[in-house]
């Protein structure tokens, strides 16, 4: 893992790539230069984990690069599972934050990645302000949280 700097063509990616997203797409000009302001770029290289399931979690992630996978484990002795493939333009992070309970997966990189990072405090703010993308975020959580929950009934 590893810091970047944020460049301007980086922030106007960013800009462009959240507009994609549903529940970005409702957040006004203003809040998105606020979230621009506090948010970090990271590198992670092929095989390094960015969060694992059962710890707590202190951010909320946008991938700008790369292809991860999210495992899920049920017991102590079971194998992980891949549930889920995550690339350019998708988040992850936001359960631990919004139920303050531990991460409910792991998620890798299967590539090298680069990937947008906003803190607890941050994220918690924009949730705060914008009500929109609140409630967008917390149905995309009830949605990951449902289908990890069907995949341990079978
Ligand atoms: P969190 O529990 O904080 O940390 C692990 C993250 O993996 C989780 O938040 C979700 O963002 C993500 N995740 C969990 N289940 C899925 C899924 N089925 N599809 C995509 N992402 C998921």
Redesign the pocket.
């Known amino acids: 893992m590893k810091k970047l700097t944020l460049t301007d063509a980086d922030a106007v990616e960013f800009g462009k790539m959240v507009r994609k997203i549903k529940f970005f797409a409702s957040m006004n000009m203003g809040l998105l230069e606020r979230i621009l302001n506090r948010i970090t770029l990271f590198q992670y290289e092929k095989g390094e984990k960015i ?1 694992r ?1 059962g710890e707590g ?1 202190d951010s909320f992630y946008v991938v700008y690069s790369g292809r991860l996978g ?1 495992s ?1 484990k049920n017991g102590l002795f079971s194998f992980s599972r891949r ?2 493939e ?1 690339g350019p333009g ?8 919004l ?1 303050r ?7 890798a990189c299967e590539e090298d990645a680069r990937l947008f990072v906003l803190l607890a405090d941050n994220f918690d703010q924009v949730i705060s302000e914008n009500p929109a993308f609140s409630e967008e975020i917390k149905k ?2 009830a ?3 449902f ?2 929950k069907r ?1 341990r009934q079978v």
């Open positions: 969060c399931q979690g999210v899920v549930v889920a995550l998708d988040c992850f992070g936001e359960m631990a934050l139920t309970e531990p991460r409910n997966a792991t998620v995309l959580a949605e990951r949280g289908e990890l995949r």
